[in-house]
């Protein structure tokens, strides 16, 4: 099979339109405290906000199927695709389309984050079968990438450009031995695009490895929103510096230097004991404990058709975030979302949503 | 809120148009012998030959999701939906459309033909879900109907006709205390129908407790195709003359008179020793034994665009069978499938299909 570049494919930006929003529902009692429940009455907000802007599916396993049908709007799709957790950025299919309009999708093998060296759990498999589910219900054709990569690991500008993290892309526990030209041969041919522009660590304490989207963000093409610490006494301080420094230097696709904004980190915040104990241990879990620390970020919004969906984490630093985030997206209604109890799970609102651009016969 | 018939829509004709076919992949090992490995590549017959005329849905666990979706064409499209078993006909929605082309789907209450008095197994929870799942995936509005029906207890013409027989519509299993004229009420609100035909008793053996779609259907308005048997000594017999001597004295919603059309019925088969011995014995199965009488019937056929999809059974009726069912469809390919597989779990090529009509955006 031919890969999607080769085919004139390519993954559109996410503030291009779309024709929906997919997203899981969280039910494993080993991530989510008390049952899930306050993780799933996040995930519903989080779903009820995108649903004003645009179609939004969420997929649910059998067994929370009716409840999740019961606790979301009427104008939420549920349907049944099973999962081993609730990241439709990192299993769900990468969307692409071609000039005529027409809907693929990249499915990337998963092995959750790090598979039996790092992984946050075993096993895997419905994870992994989750982009090919979504395929089948859009009639979509799919395309089995040959590489570990989740979708927050990638972020694109649609117009050729990929933004990643060495963190990630590069890292020994998903794909082994693989090289820098190798991995961006992969996200060029896979993503139909030109040019990757690499960026070192992610955000501290990121169970991922460090996802690019917990990290910075293309606001439109040529500009890159950063997460931005200022304590020298926080790990972030050096992290966002260094990424600060790796894109002044670089350019995108089209030859144009970037502009970089920041966006401030949130202050540091940490498991309390009370939530950690309600969560399930297991043999091949999570396995959290009171006193770690979170990787909280507002880069990890969703843009959706006329809104952003943002995180908000109760804390100074909220107002500055939206302040930031209106002044970017000036033509978009920024729609702020209690994030703590996805941030407990080990992501936000990027991580739990997965856009689906606009095709022609839609 | 209102009924399909308020709302201006009602169930075409199976032979109207369609935009697909919906089935369940069969698995439950107390209905299916051998694990289900026999009727899993019988049901993929169906779906392959369906599937050349129009879009094929197959509904499958997660379990087997991977082994459907590599038994079958690639055409097929495969959808985790799960079920207690592999009928479509019954459990999944009738769907219905109005004069300018929308869908919308009537969700039956199920309870496994009888619920706890005589239905075929318990629980029927997940069946009873189907429906809903299956509107939910084509963004379909769902009626729920407030009585118990099966899809393969009712056949309409199209033109305001239901075909029905009393030994399922009125049965005490069903809706205990339920009067013809309430039940011909729900028929005609749910099914945007004028007019009731009610015949007797069905099939002989017929687990369902009769459904007309084993016995007789109609094959154009003002036209009943029969499964008709010559031999006193059969049961059938005394059923298929009670049951012309009532099409004979009906008439249809447009007051016209009904033609009778006779196909024949196979010869008795039975359940096999060794067939038998395949299959799991349960607390709350089927629990089936050699030497039971398997309810055979060529009326059991699906119409797809342009094509009769009609079981065979490896006898001497075969012939007979599509030659009635040639003269009857001039303009469609007849396609005949071995059908004993599907047969051993109770049913046949109408009962494990549902067709979606064409709609207006489609």
Not at 293 to 301: D, I, M
Request: hydrophobic share 45%; net charge negative.
């Amino acid at each position: 099979m031919n890969t999607p570049r080769e085919d004139g494919f390519y993954m559109p930006a996410e503030w291009a339109p779309h024709d929906g929003c997919w997203m899981i529902w969280p039910e494993r009692t080993d991530n989510w405290r008390l049952g899930a429940k306050p993780a799933q009455a996040a995930f519903a907000a989080v779903a009820s906000a995108i649903a004003q802007f645009e179609p939004v599916t969420m997929m649910v396993s059998a067994r929370q199927w009716h409840a999740a049908r019961t606790m979301l709007p009427a104008r939420v799709r549920v349907v049944e695709v099973s999962s081993n957790d609730a990241w439709a950025r990192d299993v769900g299919t990468s969307f692409v389309v071609n000039q005529a309009g027409e809907l693929r999708g990249v499915d990337w093998p998963f092995n959750a984050w790090g598979g039996l060296q790092n992984g946050l759990y075993f096993p895997w498999d419905m994870d992994d079968a989750v982009a090919a589910k979504m395929l089948q219900i859009e009639r979509a054709p799919r395309y089995r990438a040959p590489k570990i990569i989740e979708g927050g690991a990638i972020h694109v500008d649609g117009e050729g450009t990929v933004l990643v993290t060495e963190a990630c892309l590069l890292a020994a526990d998903r794909n082994p031995g693989i090289t820098r030209p190798e991995m961006e041969r992969v996200l060029k041919d896979y993503l139909g695009a030109a040019h990757v522009v690499w960026l070192g660590a992610g955000v501290p304490h990121d169970e991922t490895g460090g996802h690019v989207d917990n990290l910075a963000c293309f606001v439109r093409p040529g500009e890159v929103l950063l997460s931005w610490c200022d304590d020298p006494a926080d790990p972030h301080y050096h992290v966002s510096r260094e990424a600060e420094t790796r894109l002044q230097a670089a350019h995108d696709a089209n030859g144009r230097k970037l502009k970089v904004q920041h966006i401030p980190m949130p202050k540091a915040m940490f498991f309390q004991a009370e939530e950690a104990a309600g969560i399930d241990q297991t043999a091949y879990g999570m396995n959290r404990r009171a006193g770690e620390r979170l990787a909280a970020s507002y880069v990890n919004f969703y843009i959706a058709n006329g809104a952003i969906i943002a995180p908000e984490f109760g804390v100074e630093t909220d107002v500055e975030a939206k302040r930031v985030l209106a002044a970017l997206f000036p033509d978009r209604a920024i729609i702020m979302i209690p994030g703590r109890e996805i941030l407990l799970g080990g992501g936000n609102i990027h991580c739990i949503t997965q856009q689906q651009p606009k095709a022609l016969n839609s």
